[in-house]
């Protein structure tokens, strides 16, 4: 989601007559885009800020973008008096103002209200990748997890329209892009605030029905607002990619309440149910935390239960980190950082197993890859499949074409944890 956000920060900046440079020693403007979803972000920015400072600062204007911006806020001129603009995420339909504001010489410029309605909708969004884009249909969030510092850091959740979210994913298509990819941060709560009226649902099928347009990807799923209707749009509509990703956090009634994720195990698996009875196979990976206040050894293995019982193709896997304005500071049974770092070995572990075991399965089948690039040191291309996988795979004779942003058939004839390897079958 940052990535994208720095695609439309760069366009509104180039469409205001700035170039972009190769690297920041070499430019007047230097904008941070900052994350603090986990970890000691706050610090890692101002330590940033303060190395380049001193190695190449002088006479540069600096700003810090972002969800630390908006958490430290005006903190950040104190801390790093050389840094210029402060501004959260939901500032940015202002950047052009501030921007003016920075070009006539204010050196102490702020965007940091969360109180918006509205959503950063730009024609300059400045994307380097010609054939995937991505798109936001839906900013902020109105959900209050325990652990998570985004409702604090980019405001109440506002969905675009359903005509401006059409018309971006048209033009993409029309600029040749074949793959879209929805954002937000809760996109099954995504609807439309014109009169048409659509859900997440609807919106997805229509944007899988754009000309031109032949995969779809959409990220981040809440169980609680996953509707059936959303596998219905998956089966009718083959754009749309063969993978969900549905965050589940734990495998924990009882750590689940105390997270405010407002669904229990039982609800989760039976959304799992529904994907893996549907009319296509569907990949599924989910986001797992582990030491959550409270969360005993017992509820662990509920973690680890299940994995086993789900067979994810792949999850993302974090210590629970204390952040700033969130219901879980106050909370007891802090889990000690070593038994954090030991629960998080047991599930990378475990997950590492079943990723052999599965993608073992899928040796001798065909698929078929979006090309993303070239490792030339392998002799491999780098594909992608409908599932998310990653598929390096040779050429027989690619007669040197450049393969990038081309669809191939490619047999697998290898599987590691994390990716597959294969030979393209396809005359290219
Ligand atoms: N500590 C650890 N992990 C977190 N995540 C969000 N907030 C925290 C936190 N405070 C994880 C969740 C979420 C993913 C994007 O980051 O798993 O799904
Ligand atoms: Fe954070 Fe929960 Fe909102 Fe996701 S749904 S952004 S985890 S508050």
Redesign the pocket.
């Known amino acids: 989601m940052n990535v994208h956000d720095s695609e439309k920060v760069v366009g509104t900046l180039m469409a205001r007559g700035y170039t972009q440079v190769e690297t920041p020693e070499d430019a007047q403007l230097v904008l941070y885009n900052t994350c603090s979803?986990?970890d000691k972000a706050e610090q890692k920015v101002f330590n940033r800020l303060r190395q380049f400072q001193r190695r190449a600062g002088k006479g540069k204007i600096f700003g810090v973008l972002g969800c630390v911006a908006q958490q430290e806020g005006e903190e950040i001129f104190r801390r790093a008096p050389h840094v210029s603009l402060v501004a959260g995420s939901a500032s940015y339909t202002k950047l052009g103002e501030m921007l003016a504001e920075i070009e006539s010489g204010n050196r102490r410029v702020t965007g940091l209200s969360l109180s918006t309605d509205e959503t950063f909708d730009t024609p300059f969004t400045h994307r380097d990748n010609p054939h995937r884009a991505s798109i936001t249909i839906i900013e902020g969030c109105d959900k209050q997890c325990a652990?998570?510092?985004v409702p604090f850091t980019r405001g109440p959740e506002r969905s675009r329209t359903s005509a401006s979210v059409m018309d971006e994913a048209r033009g993409l298509a029309e600029r040749g892009s074949t793959e879209i990819q929805l954002l937000g941060q809760n996109v099954n709560s995504y609807r439309d605030p014109s009169p048409a009226g659509w859900d997440f649902a609807a919106l997805l099928a229509r944007v899988a029905e754009v000309p031109g347009i032949r995969r779809v990807r959409y990220t981040?799923s809440h169980p609680r607002d996953f509707t059936r209707s959303i596998v219905d749009a998956m089966d009718s509509n083959p754009a749309i990619c063969d993978h969900v990703h549905l965050?589940v956090?734990s495998g924990s009634t009882k750590v689940l309440a105390g997270m405010d994720r407002l669904y229990t195990r039982d609800d989760y698996m039976r959304r799992i149910e529904w994907l893996k009875t549907a009319r296509r196979n569907y990949s599924i990976t989910t986001?797992?935390?582990v030491g959550f206040p409270g969360e005993t050894e017992e509820d662990f293995e509920q973690t680890l239960g299940l994995l086993d019982e789900v067979q994810y193709d792949s999850l993302?896997s974090?210590?629970?980190?204390?952040?700033p304005n969130?219901a879980a500071l106050a909370m007891g049974g802090r889990v000690a950082d070593e038994e954090k770092q030991r629960r998080l070995v047991i599930v990378q572990e475990k997950q590492r197993a079943i990723q052999i075991r599965r993608n073992a399965m899928l040796i001798g089948g065909i698929r078929e890859v979006l090309v993303e690039g070239r490792n030339p040191a392998l002799g491999q291309w780098i594909g992608r499949t409908s599932d998310n996988r990653t598929l390096n795979f040779t050429v027989a004779d690619s007669n040197g074409h450049d393969l990038v942003g081309q669809y191939l058939q490619v047999r697998v004839t290898r599987s590691g944890p994390n990716s597959l390897v294969g030979e393209s079958v396809s005359v290219v």
């Open positions: 979803i986990r652990y998570c510092v981040t965050p956090q986001d797992i935390i993302f974090f210590k629970y980190s204390p952040r969130t």
